[in-house]
């Protein structure tokens, strides 16, 4: 049976996840993470697509981009995965695959879901424990959008740009926005639509992308469905 394709639209962002084989590393030293970001800007300027936010984890990377064209997303993904990953192999003397399959990706609607898609990459090394604030971890877009650190690597969305009128006040906001209490029901939701490769967003933003895909864009409650009970006769 063949699989299904992803939800994929242009111009809209996406949620990307891909993790290591088994949960094994995918970075195992600077000169990794520093290779995965060079392929990333590279392949992401070949195949059209904004990259927004990211986070390299030990062992998974977490992405926020927008393409310009269907199939993008998935075109610098796959030339971001030849060129890494087997400089990775004649690096440590391994072979055979270093991802955990086919990466995971979600629509993003725009306005709070952009932003809270930011902020849930960016905090991925303060959700693991590995830093307290997550200016202090390295392999992050943070301190592009909360500090101004150059970044050829990165596209500001323009919901990140609606944020204040200039970069100052952009940073500002942001840091603000990174702190806020966090309902843990919305990182929650982003998970689960990732998993499910499906549409993050309000009712409205859903409804557009089946009409425009003629897919489902709804997350699959867990489990089976529950079949009534046959009817008693009275």
Not at 20 to 36: E, I, K
Not at 58 to 71: F, I, R
Request: charged share 25%; aromatic share 8%.
């Amino acid at each position: 049976m063949a699989r299904q394709s992803r939800l994929d639209l242009p111009g809209v962002p996406q949620h990307i996840v891909q993790r290591g084989n088994d949960r094994s590393a995918c970075f195992a030293a600077p000169v990794d993470y520093g290779q995965y970001l060079q392929e990333l800007r590279e392949a992401a300027t070949k195949h059209s697509c904004a990259v927004h936010a990211y986070v390299l984890m030990t062992n998974h990377v977490h992405l926020l981009v927008t393409p310009a064209e269907s199939g993008a997303v998935s075109r610098m993904m796959q030339a971001i995965g030849r060129r890494y990953v087997g400089s990775f192999n004649a690096r440590y003397r391994r072979t055979g695959t270093l991802w955990e399959g086919r990466f995971k990706a979600a629509l993003v609607d725009t306005a709070r879901y952009v932003l809270a898609c930011y902020r849930y990459i960016e905090l991925n090394p303060v959700r693991a424990l590995m830093v307290e604030d997550p200016s202090g971890y390295a392999w992050t877009s943070y301190h592009a959008n909360a500090s101004g650190q150059s970044n050829p690597l990165m596209t500001p969305h323009e919901t990140y740009l609606a944020l204040g009128e200039d970069n100052d006040a952009r940073q500002i906001a942001y840091r603000a926005w990174v702190t806020e209490t966090i309902d843990q029901t919305e990182w929650a939701e982003l998970r689960q639509h990732t998993q499910q490769q499906r549409a993050w967003g309000s009712d409205r933003f859903r409804k557009q992308v089946e009409a425009l895909t003629l897919r489902a864009a709804t997350v699959r409650p867990r489990g089976r469905p529950r079949k009534d009970p046959p009817a008693r006769g009275k």
